[in-house]
């Protein structure tokens, strides 16, 4: 969850990272907060919360390529928002500013109720399901292109078990600043070993032009010679 959200730009800032397991049954947890008090979210904020919250389940793919019930938690929360955002938020292309539920009596069971058509509903779970897998497909992407940093951040928090954001942070941008070192050496060495080839290419290149020289006056006329 914390690669994931660090990597994308509407992410509430990361508070804290425990892998140490709660009496609630979660086996660790990624605390983030926002940096001063909000009571609206953006549809682009509640897009990357949706990444954020499959990257556990991402994760699992990437790293093990196997997937657990750990993430079941996530994907509930994601199906939720995801469904909030198309029935009640007005924030999908298909239905626009079309209210599909509205939120139930908090007296009784506290479940949204329809306020459209059977088949439409079922559209509007397409969508939603449309929505999740997009944004798994993100959650993966991030991960695999920083896999050898999730790697790292992996054994760093198996030895640690609980850091701050800070340290999370601080973390990541000497992994990223080695990356890019990394990544300038092999540009280096790649630049220096075209150089020696060019440099090789065209000694050859002269090379078989001295012995095109000697071939031609080897064949010249022995009369003209004499």
Known sequence: HALVAAKQKN?????????????SGA?????????????????PEMMEE?????GGR????VRFGVVTTGASNDIEKATDLARK?????????????????IPGSQYLDGRPVKTCADDTMVKADEVVRRMLDEA???????????????EQASDFLLQKETITGKE????LDAAEQYKARQFEAQQAQKEAQEEKEDVLAGLQWEQSGENREDGSDSKADPDKLS
């Open 11 to 23: 992410t509430q800032p990361i508070q804290k990272i425990t892998i140490i397991p709660r009496t």
């Open 27 to 43: 086996l660790g947890y990624t605390m983030q907060m926002p940096e001063e008090e909000r009571f609206l979210m953006k549809k």
């Open 50 to 54: 949706l990444v954020t919250l499959l």
């Open 58 to 61: 991402a994760a699992e793919q």
């Open 85 to 101: 955002m198309v029935t009640m938020y007005g924030m999908s292309d298909e239905f626009g500013m079309m209210g599909l539920e």
């Open 136 to 150: 798994y497909k993100k959650a993966v992407s991030i991960l695999e292109e920083n896999k050898d940093v999730l």
């Open 168 to 171: 999370f942070m601080d973390f």
